[in-house]
């Protein structure tokens, strides 16, 4: 079940015909063997992971009905926090933090569901990244053509769900980091409504624009995952109260009833003769004719690039001055003892 969606896995492990211990032992297989490659994961919770799997078979085999997750192996970028392992969020200078206590909403709801939890992510740093790069751990690799880059700043969630080491994987977007990685590395990827899934127990980088989603290979596991992780948080101030609005059961309606339309205007400007063709031979097999310029979208986006940068400069206030100090420290200390060396050159040489 190497290549198998998170659908098919839950329903192996309910139905008996596959343990949950075998799959994550299986995806913890695929981790050992094709991350050095990959370079998608930055900690693998193995212990955890398979007593959670253990805990599962245990529960089914005493008659226990389980979630509709049950058995899915994921994984998270790693600006969610993970009980026990430091919240990173790319950065070198989190390492030495203290590990979380508790582990994001997010990752909470999906292991009530059943899925299992197998580590933490790469990422650009501090999620101010679209390719999926970091200085620190190195760069994601993307699973078709190991040169090519995942796309960022999700990059890790990008590549490990493409190279199949887990079915899904949860990243955030603030300015197209699920979306871009889900784009190059050809897979699903969910930028949901502002504030319908909470953002709690994550790094943050704009307040304003940060959400959090799923990536799968596959629409029907993005709507699975997503109705496990709906619902109100008071954890986070801008969450939704109200109702789950479950999504799997009607994906076989198809897009009956639909209006699609081709954005145009600063879109299509904006655009690669690439990007133009792929967007063209969608809107034909789709039958799409129309095309609609939405107004305002260059100063829409003018006005993303301000707040992005004033709130995550705003984020960062406090480590950009302790780094000022720490620079400014070391060159005065270096300066000083070029000074001190010049000094006794010189007066070694007058004698």
């Known amino acids: 079940m190497d290549w198998a969606s998170a659908l098919e896995i839950a329903r192996a492990v309910a139905n008996g015909e596959r343990s949950a211990l075998a799959v994550t032992e299986a995806a913890l297989g695929r981790i050992k063997s094709l991350n050095p490659k990959l370079n998608v994961f930055t900690d693998v919770v193995a212990d955890r992971a398979r007593a959670k799997a253990r805990a599962l078979d245990q529960a089914r085999g005493e008659g226990q009905r389980l979630g509709p997750m049950a058995g899915v192996p994921f994984a998270v970028k790693n600006l969610f926090d993970v009980k026990g392992l430091p919240t990173l969020a790319g950065s070198k200078i989190n390492r030495s933090h203290a590990p979380a206590a508790r582990d994001a909403t997010l990752i909470g709801r999906l292991e009530a569901a059943g899925a299992v939890l197998l580590g933490a992510l790469n990422m650009g740093e ?115 109260d109200r109702p789950a609005e479950i999504t799997l059961s009607v994906l076989d309606r198809g897009i009956e009833g639909l209006r699609i339309a081709v954005a145009g205007g600063y879109f299509r400007k904006g655009a690669s003769p690439e990007a133009r063709e792929a967007t063209e031979r969608v809107a034909k097999a789709l039958d799409v004719r129309r095309e609609i310029e939405i107004p305002e979208a260059e100063r829409a986006r003018s006005a993303a690039y301000v707040i992005t940068a004033t709130e995550g400069a705003a984020l960062h206030l406090d480590r950009l001055r302790g780094f000022a100090i720490i620079t400014v420290g070391v060159f005065l200390g270096d300066r000083i003892a070029y000074d001190r060396k010049k000094a006794r050159t010189s007066v070694a040489g007058n004698d």
Do not use: W
């Open 126 to 240: 501090y999620a101010y990244d679209f390719t999926g790069e970091n200085i620190h751990d190195g760069a994601s690799r993307n699973p078709h053509d190991l040169i090519r880059m995942t796309g960022g700043s999700s990059g890790g969630s990008g590549g490990a769900v493409a190279g199949g080491l887990v079915p899904l994987a949860l990243g955030s977007d603030t300015n197209g980091s699920i979306r871009v990685p889900s784009s190059f590395c050809g897979i699903f990827g969910l930028k949901p409504t502002y504030g319908r899934l909470s953002r709690a127990h994550t790094f943050p980088f704009v307040a304003s624009f940060d959400h959090l989603g799923p990536l799968a290979r596959t629409t029907k596991d993005l709507a699975l995952a997503y109705d496990a992780m709906q619902g109100h948080d008071a954890d986070d101030p801008v969450c939704a």
